[in-house]
């Protein structure tokens, strides 16, 4: 059996399209033939028997197997949501290890983070970025806006993970309107000059088309990183129909 790839999908900034590209990363590796599981540390903003950014995965992508660490009614950051419920967050340890038992029966394991990339998911100060680092066979897609301002917020999120010698698999622009600026055009075109891949953009108002549209068209707007190999393998196919 292959060790599984993990991919950790992080975001310059809340509400920039994390959970589509996380969709449409999983719709594209599903459709390769993969076994894909989805996983979100700590999922903030939703009641407990609401539907969180792993259902719309899931509804999206066709995609079941989604996981949350946990979950918070407060639309906030997770250390601030789970104060205000006196809850405890769960260790990057148990993050890591139900990571790991996911590698274990799938060829690519999906990690979406909460806000940006240095939000905290604990009460130790670990990030997104922390969690990643000790992953093995892992590596970040970045998702930006495509407006004024996103590339100072872009190039801040990959100095800050070379800093910390995690690699950026890829950037990815969250939401892509039909008729861009000329700003919008000029960021796009920055993008796909610079060392990190640039993947691909998600047309604004994927989230509402028919699911079956979505998978369909996934594999038109993004690309999975280069070190990520789409097709499954025969293990996997395996496991997913057993």
């Not at 950051?77 to 990057?92: G, I, Y």
């Not at 394991?109 to 009460?123: I, P, S």
Request: charged residues 20%; glycine residues 10%.
């Amino acid at each position: 059996m292959k060790a599984a790839r993990i991919t950790f999908v992080t975001g310059t900034d809340t509400d920039v399209g994390k959970t589509l590209t996380t969709a449409a990363l999983a719709a594209v590796l599903a459709a390769g033939g993969a076994a894909v599981a989805v996983y979100k540390p700590t999922q903030t903003g939703v009641a407990p028997d609401g539907a969180g950014d792993m259902a719309e995965v899931a509804r999206l992508s066709g995609v079941r197997a989604v996981y949350e660490g946990i979950r918070l009614r407060d639309p906030m950051a997770p250390v601030a949501a789970a104060a205000r419920e006196s809850r405890q967050l769960p260790t990057l340890g148990h993050h890591l290890d139900r990571i790991t038992e996911l590698a274990a029966s799938f060829d690519h394991v999906l990690v979406e983070g909460a806000g940006g990339l240095l939000v905290e998911l604990d009460g130790d100060g670990n990030t997104l970025a922390d969690l990643a680092a000790p992953a093995v066979r892992s590596a970040i897609v970045v998702v930006c806006r495509s407006g004024l301002g996103t590339l100072n917020h872009t190039l801040l999120t990959l100095e800050a993970l070379e800093r910390r010698g995690v690699p950026a698999a890829g950037l990815v622009v969250g939401s892509w309107p039909p008729a861009p600026s000329d700003i919008e055009e000029d960021n796009r075109g920055y993008f796909q000059q610079l060392a990190t891949p640039f993947l691909g953009a998600l047309p604004a108002g994927a989230a509402r088309l028919d699911p079956h549209a979505f998978r369909r068209q996934a594999p038109g707007w993004l690309r999975p990183p280069a070190w990520v190999e789409p097709a499954g393998s025969a293990d996997a196919k395996a496991r997913s129909s057993s």
